[in-house]
């Protein structure tokens, strides 16, 4: 995420290379304020990977609930009013944690 992605007081919390179940590859980014996904797309022969536009950018405050799933295959799955989405990640406990830490934080500030 560069710096013309975010304003001063936004802070990178979490950042992680991830697949979506409905939107592919990407990377998927916590920030204070927001939940961002960008697209990557990845050549194996090459082993490069290319990122993309942001396909996914939410604000914390309309993040309904989080819950980590599974043990094997880890997913952060996030419900918000309209949309749920399952990321793969590798620590999902952290990143659940993470999200609501970070909506708490925003709810008093």
């Keep these: 995420m560069s710096s013309a992605d975010r304003n ?3 802070k990178r919390i979490l950042e992680e290379d991830c697949a ?14 927001r939940l961002l996904f960008r ?7 090459t082993l490069s990977k290319k ?4 396909i996914l950018d939410l604000n914390l405050n ?3 609930s989080v819950k980590p799933e599974g043990l094997i295959i880890k997913k952060i799955v996030v419900f918000f009013d309209d949309e749920t989405y399952k990321f793969g990640v590798f620590n999902n ?5 993470e999200i609501d830490e970070q909506i708490n934080l925003n709810k008093i500030g």
Excluded: F, P, Y
């Design 8 to 10: 001063s007081s936004e």
């Design 93 to 97: 406990k952290k990143w659940a944690r």
């Design 20 to 33: 979506e179940d409905r939107l592919k590859n990407g990377i998927l980014t916590l920030t204070n304020k």
């Design 51 to 54: 990122t993309g536009d942001i």
């Design 62 to 64: 309309q993040v309904r």
């Design 39 to 45: 697209k990557t797309e990845g050549k194996m022969a």
